[in-house]
């Protein structure tokens, strides 16, 4: 169990990425704290409260005072509780991790979302040769069992996205993106990562997510008639 | 389109590599504000390196083999290892040269805070900046009211502090104040006046000024403009 430190407060809702990230970070650690579930079609006043710039989720409440935004969320839990670092001790290592957290949110979410979420082809051809030349970065990053070597850091926890929801988006839409013939180590990594026994307790119901998914294509299919 | 006279500017920097422990290149072009978030951290830890102007219509080998992701400058060189993306460089000359100049707030929390608005400004100023430059008519005034509520917002976490690290000058202080370089051409193509719009801020910019480490990194912001202007027509008659 870790220190205690005070009273964390988790605002998020169940399928999202970015919050399972910080839930994730908390388990790892062993942090204890209270998560309270948002309606994101009727945000509370405190959410709009604790996170007026953005109001999203999650929103991290420690001892009162608001942080958002899961990479830097992250990273203040890795500098509060000790255990478990998420990120190297050594600068160049720490800069790295930094650099791969940040890729995955610029450069592989997005196009994986255009490839996804469109009626046009050419939009889907795109946003996918744009995921498979980033997810060819990230395989080619991968040398240990981890992006954070021997036990998840700060780069594995960001990529959860590419572990879980990526392939429930592909059943979704019909889309295929990680694969193992092209990707054999970002492929054995997810395996890894999303059985990890932390990790798999931590992640939403994966038939509920493809669902959502279906709903949300369909819906963009239908508007395009 | 390079002004030599800011290339002689930046010439104190230049050092024997040779004789030195430590090498550190800068690969950069003179009216980056990311390339001056860097310049401006070097020159706070008093790092000698060297730097390296690039064409980026005419990327040098170097860059794209030391930044094949992204092939963007700032990128620093350490010792022959690259970095990239100008927050996490400046983080990393924080925690390399630790012993002089602490650029991270202490308190982890104030940390934290720091790295949201410096991804803020990374998410909103540059983006908007360049809807802004390239609408016109009614999109343009929609983009220029949505820029200067930036600076507002900008303005306001700033409240009355005199560094938004406090009393000490600092990461943030640093992610925000090379854009004081291009007001000049914000207000001319946006038609309005910074100072009127957020004077704590520009108040802000111009104590920062007061730092060598400041001054000396960023261009004059009339040069910047007519660069800007000089594109903006290289761009037009492009198309």
Redesign the interface.
């Known amino acids: 169990m870790a220190k205690d430190y005070g009273e964390v407060k988790l605002f998020g809702v169940v399928g999202s990425p970015f919050v399972r990230r910080v839930q994730i970070a908390l388990e790892l650690k062993g942090v204890k704290y209270t998560f309270i579930e948002e309606d994101l079609k009727n945000k509370s006043d405190l959410l709009l409260k604790y996170n007026p710039?953005h109001k999203k989720v999650p929103v991290l409440v420690?001892n009162g005072?608001p942080?958002?935004?899961s990479l830097?969320?992250i990273?203040?839990i890795d500098?509060?509780w000790r255990n478990h670092p998420f990120l190297p001790q050594e600068?160049?290592d720490?800069?790295l991790a930094?650099?791969w957290s940040?890729?995955i949110d610029e450069?592989c979410l997005p196009p994986i979302s255009k490839a996804s979420f469109t009626a046009c082809k050419e939009e889907r051809d795109k946003g996918t040769e744009e995921s498979l030349e980033a997810l060819e970065?990230l395989e080619n990053e991968l040398k240990h069992k981890f992006f954070g070597g021997e036990t998840i850091g700060i780069v594995d926890i960001a990529a959860g996205f590419i572990a879980f929801w990526l392939p429930a988006i592909e059943e979704a839409v019909g889309l295929k993106i990680l694969t193992h013939e092209k990707f054999p180590k970002l492929s054995k990594w997810s395996e890894e990562y999303t059985n990890h026994v932390v990790v798999k307790e931590n992640l939403p119901q994966r038939d509920k997510v493809v669902g959502f998914f279906k709903a949300r294509y369909a819906s963009i299919i239908n508007a395009s008639k | 389109m390079r002004n030599s006279s800011l290339v002689h500017k930046f010439s104190w920097v230049f050092s024997d590599p040779v004789t030195m422990a430590d090498k550190v290149v800068l690969l950069d072009t003179w009216a980056s504000m990311f390339g001056m978030r860097v310049r401006i951290a070097l020159a706070e830890k008093g790092v000698q390196y060297e730097y390296k102007e690039e064409d980026l219509r005419n990327k040098s080998p170097l860059l794209l083999q030391m930044n094949p992701i992204h092939k963007k400058i700032p990128v620093l060189i350490h010792n022959g290892k690259p970095l990239c993306e100008s927050a996490i460089i400046v983080q990393y000359i924080d925690d390399v040269w630790s012993d002089k100049a602490p650029l991270m707030p202490s308190d982890p929390y104030e940390r934290a805070q720091a790295r949201f608005w410096v991804d803020y400004i990374d998410k909103k100023v540059y983006d908007t900046w360049r809807k802004m430059w390239r609408s016109k008519g009614e999109e343009h005034e929609e983009r220029k009211q949505e820029f200067i509520s930036i600076f507002k917002q900008l303005e306001e976490t700033l409240s009355d502090k005199a560094y938004y690290g406090g009393d000490k000058f600092g990461f943030l202080d640093i992610g925000l104040v090379p854009f004081y370089s291009w007001f000049y051409t914000f207000e001319t193509y946006g038609n309005f006046k910074m100072e009127a719009e957020c004077p704590k801020l520009v108040a802000w910019a111009k104590r920062c000024m007061q730092r060598e480490a400041v001054s000396t990194s960023l261009p004059d912001e009339k040069v910047v403009y007519d660069y800007v202007v000089a594109m903006k027509k290289r761009i037009d008659s492009e198309k």
């Open positions: 710039i420690h005072k942080l958002a935004e830097v969320i990273e203040y500098e509060i600068p160049y720490r800069a930094r650099f940040k890729f450069k970065f």
